[in-house]
């Protein structure tokens, strides 16, 4: 039995995105959380180029990992009362209902994925860089949601000032 | 991808011709966003005034789209356009009643406490925002666009709910709203990701098309279907995504919570009914059958469907009979609706498979007289509340004397809401009643029979409360612009009731 | 060994969507219950690119744009939940769903 780089591949990958993404399930403290969803994460990114989507991999990793995972630290810090250290104490009460409920989801989704039956193999065939494929289908095909998304942003970015801002006192709110 | 490049410039000149209100509603959202950074000291009436005359832009420039029908966007596939959004009469009235939503809501925005003397213009913004994200809703027909409709307006929902930053029920409520709805999202994206890939592709048609030819598994699409409701229930605020709503109800901006409580609502029926169509084609293997037999037969779409609006419309009913706070009231009141709403829906997908089936005529017709008994409800509540700080329903004792139209017409709607005649909530439920009876739903419509009468406790609560409980506190003053929208409003619940037929003909013509 | 094909990515795919609804589940803090919502949108990210790569009949790219979509949206959502989150902060001093929990009947 071979074992060729692409499996290879495929397991440290999947660790790396299935084993931190528990731990952000079992972690007790906050900031440890945001750090396994980090991982996580990663891991997903590598599992997207194994899969051929190389432009996706690199998105994930700059606008998740450099993005949101930023925001999600900076919105620990800023609403924590004590030195981060200290958090570790908030001990959370219900884990084992989060276990129990997890393990029914994933028994209840792996029989199902299983009772499917997807074949594999129809599929595009690995085609080379997909940034220019990308870039061509939000440009024509997908040039509606690709427009409607940025007035998405737009607001929601004004929004977010808006509600997060802090007041002064007799300013206009 | 295939396309050459006139064809696709074609495709997409002809989808920018048939998008002008979204167009002006995008360019409302800057131009509200920008009034507030460059005009000085802009008052709240400048920016209403704004907002209303580009609503009623995109109003004119929606209109001539009544005639229109056809796919706009997307691309073309073995000589077939796979269009993003559809043009039709179905998507044309769930449009124009957001953007009616809209409208109707502003004069309530500017009476509203919190917010006179503020900085209107993000809020209208938001609003606008929404009513564009509704647009989507309404015509996708595209499995990313309709999950993008769906998370535009709650994006733009969740900000609008919070917006009253010194209300700390707003920041709590939009809170739960943005987390709760973002796990809706998410599993409601499960779903559609297990159904893009049994049937690898996007675009309604070619789902449906999938399904006939080869079809899927029951199983896979069984699973698909109730992941994909949870998101969709939670727009309609239908069981089992509910809970949300008396919190968010709460919390939000009274005259937000109305254009949640109509506009919302009906967008999530909009993008569910279309959606749903998509699987219940004809007859064919897998889900497609389950539309052609009676209930009991097996698990489908209309057996999960029924279930829903059976659980929404008693769960929604019996906790509002607990209720004290009057916006919470009207929140459980608002499940309930939905359940009965749910019940056309069922009907609806039941007989997709039939000649005579897939009549939406009841569903129209509901939504016209809940956006004028609702909006109505939440308009008095609006005004009374804003001038004696009115929250819980004794607070509303003596209204009849204090401020007997403005009581008048709460009652009127509050009778709409539970289905007295002559007002359009009889003429609407007894459409709803009566295709449930046709349809084999017999016990659905003996189920809303009893939830209906349950729902007239709370209902006459507060209209005992307004009429036979005494309160010394003076007479309060409302103003003429609330007079009209109020009779606005109301009239036309007294007209549903009473000549309803040309409406059920109208209603009937904007099914698909 | 078997040939790594579209199963093993769809029952990783699973795993982390159950491990995100079990942190939505069992956390109070309205942070890390963020955190399980981006593991399952990630999940369903997942499952897009899987069903591209192995399922879908032709050389479309329809799965991969969506998953474009689902990551801004991320972006744009995890910017509301936390602006709504700051400004809660300020006025209640936590970030714990049921502490803040004050509207019941």
Not at chain 2, 73 to 102: H, K, N, P
Not at chain 2, 254 to 259: N, W
């Amino acid at each position: 039995m071979d074992i060729n780089m692409s499996t290879v591949m495929f397991f440290a990958f999947a660790l790396l995105a299935v084993f931190p993404a528990f731990m952000v399930l079992f972690a007790k403290d906050i900031v440890r959380v945001a750090f396994w969803l980090l991982a996580s994460l990663s891991g997903v990114a590598g599992l997207y180029i194994i899969m051929g989507a190389d432009f996706l991999g690199l998105t994930q990793v700059l606008v998740y990992i450099g993005g949101i995972l930023v925001l999600i630290l900076f919105g620990i810090m800023m609403t924590s009362k004590d030195p981060l250290l200290k958090r570790a104490r908030h001990v959370e009460r219900s884990v084992v209902t989060g276990i129990v409920t997890g393990a029914l989801v994933f028994a209840a989704l792996a029989a199902v994925i299983l009772g499917i039956g997807f074949e594999s193999g129809k599929g595009r065939a690995d085609g080379g860089a997909t940034t220019t494929a990308l870039g061509e289908a939000l440009l024509t095909d997908y040039i509606l949601p690709f427009e409607v998304v940025s007035v998405l942003l737009l607001f929601v970015l004004c929004g977010a000032a808006h509600v997060a801002r802090r007041r002064k006192e007799g300013a206009h709110a | 991808m295939g396309n050459d490049f006139s064809q696709t410039q074609d495709l997409i000149s002809r989808g920018l011709a048939g998008f002008i209100p979204e167009l002006v509603l995008s360019a409302l959202v800057c131009v509200l966003l920008l009034a507030d950074l460059f005009i000085r000291g802009v008052k709240p009436r400048t920016t209403a005034w704004i907002a209303t005359i580009g609503l009623v832009l995109a109003g004119a420039t929606l209109w001539p789209r009544l005639a229109a029908s056809g796919e706009i966007f997307g691309w073309m596939q073995g000589g077939t356009q796979q269009g993003l959004l559809v043009t039709d009469r179905f998507a044309w009235f769930f449009q124009m009643f957001c953007l009616a939503t809209a409208l109707a809501t502003l004069p309530m925005a500017l009476d509203h406490a919190a917010f006179r003397a503020r900085r209107m213009g993000e809020y209208h913004a938001l609003v606008v925002a929404a009513t564009l994200g509704m647009f989507m809703m309404a015509g996708a027909v595209n499995l990313l666009i309709a999950w993008l409709g769906i998370e535009f307006a709650s994006m733009a929902s969740y900000l609008a709910t919070a917006f009253d930053k010194r209300d700390r029920r707003g920041s709590e409520g939009g809170i739960k709203y943005v987390i709760y709805g973002s796990v809706a999202s998410g599993v409601m994206l499960y779903g559609l990701s297990l159904i893009y890939g049994m049937t690898g592709s996007l675009h309604y048609g070619a789902i449906a098309q999938q399904l006939q030819v080869s079809g899927a598994s029951d199983l896979g699409l069984m699973t698909a279907a109730l992941l994909v409701f949870g998101g969709f229930a939670y727009k309609m605020a239908a069981f089992p995504m509910h809970f949300w709503c008396p919190d968010v109800y709460e919390g939000a901006p009274t005259p937000f919570t109305a254009y949640l409580s109509v506009a919302s609502k009906a967008a999530g029926f909009a993008v569910f009914v279309r959606f749903i169509a998509a699987f219940t084609t004809g007859e064919g293997p897998s889900f497609v059958a389950f539309g052609s037999v009676p209930f009991d037969a097996s698990f489908g779409w209309p057996t999960l469907i029924a279930a829903a609006a059976a659980l929404s419309m008693t769960v929604g009913n019996l906790a509002a009979l607990w209720q004290t706070n009057v916006k919470r009231m009207l929140a459980w009141s608002s499940v309930a609706q939905a359940g009965y709403l749910l019940m056309a829906v069922a009907v609806y997908a039941a007989g997709r498979g039939r000649p005579s089936g897939g009549d939406l005529g009841p569903l129209i017709f509901y939504f016209i007289a809940y956006f004028f008994m609702n909006l109505g409800a939440f308009h008095v509540v609006t005004v009374i509340a804003s001038r004696t700080g009115a929250q819980h329903v004794e607070d509303f004792n003596g209204l009849g004397r204090r401020a007997p139209w403005m009581a008048f017409g709460l009652t009127v709607c509050l009778l709409s809401l539970l289905g007295v005649p002559p007002t359009g909530g009889f003429t609407g439920k007894l459409q709803l009643l009566q295709t449930a009876v046709e349809n084999h739903l017999v016990w659905l419509a003996v189920l809303a029979g009893i939830n209906t009468a349950i729902s007239a406790f709370y209902y006459f609560k507060l209209i005992r409360c307004m009429y036979l409980h005494e309160n010394q506190a003076g007479l309060v003053t409302t103003g003429t612009t609330n007079a009209v929208l109020l009779a606005l409003l109301v009239l036309p619940v007294l007209v549903l009731g009473l000549a309803f037929s040309p409406f059920i003909e109208l209603s009937r013509s904007f099914g698909f | 060994m078997p040939e790594i094909g579209l199963n093993h990515f769809l029952i990783v795919s699973a795993l982390l969507f159950s491990a995100g609804i079990g942190v939505v589940i069992s956390r109070k803090n309205a942070i890390a219950v963020l955190c399980g919502v981006e593991l399952i949108l990630n999940a369903a990210a997942l499952n897009f690119v899987a069903f591209n790569r192995y399922s879908t009949p032709d050389a479309r790219l329809d799965g991969q744009i969506f998953t474009i979509f689902i990551i801004i949206l991320a972006a744009a959502e995890a910017a509301v939940a936390l602006a709504i989150l700051l400004n809660l902060f300020q006025q209640t001093n936590t970030v714990d769903v049921d502490e803040a929990d004050t509207m019941k009947e």
